[in-house]
């Protein structure tokens, strides 16, 4: 596990590569990061809550076990050995579209929200994908109604579409599936 903040007032920042970096709190702590997350109305992968970690945790090793080096990244952020949240980055190995990354599952813990966590960690994930990685460009989906259009417009994405209604979460309540991009690495 590669570190790389330490100023207290910010959050440590780690990135791993191989499910073998992944240490049994860490995977816990992990663990309990989506369900809060999901729990608490979070668009983190699990659109139904609530969820649990006989839920969550098949879906968390699939995600650990995926980790490569060239292909899919882990980057957390922790305050005093806690998780704070936490992002991935996937490449697809196929030269054809193998100059750009996608974006999955940035998460804050509800018990860090407004400390700068989630700007933190796509800071880090585009520095990785530009200068590790030598990626060209960043894609995301995001679910539209919840003002995450605006937090990534912040750090610099565009949205170029939307699936219309793509996502039901109710009989009444159907959300745009935004897509946005990162081109400016």
């Known amino acids: 596990m590669l570190l790389l903040m330490t100023d207290d007032s910010l959050p440590r920042l ?16 992990l663990i309990d990061c989506w369900i809060e997350v999901t729990n608490s109305g979070g ?32 980057v957390t952020a922790g305050f005093g050995g806690v998780l704070a949240g936490w992002v991935v980055l996937r490449r697809d190995p196929d030269r054809l579209v ?23 960690l796509m800071r880090e994930l585009r520095k990785i994908a530009r200068d590790e990685l030598r990626l060209e460009q960043l894609h995301l989906a995001a679910r539209g109604g919840e003002g995450l259009e605006d937090f990534y417009a912040g750090l610099g994405w565009r949205e170029v579409g939307r699936w219309p209604g793509a996502l039901r979460l109710a009989p009444e309540d159907s959300r745009d599936e935004v897509l946005m991009l990162l081109d400016t690495l």
């Open 14 to 29: 780690a990135q791993i590569t191989d499910v073998q970096e992944v240490a049994p709190e860490l995977r816990h702590q």
């Open 43 to 74: 668009a983190a992968g699990f659109p139904f809550p609530p969820v649990d970690r006989g839920h969550v945790a098949p879906v968390a090793d699939e995600l650990l076990r995926r980790l490569h080096p060239q292909r899919s990244r882990l």
């Open 98 to 120: 193998g100059h750009w990354g996608t974006v999955h599952h940035l998460q804050t813990h509800p018990g860090f929200r407004r400390r700068g966590v989630a700007s933190a």
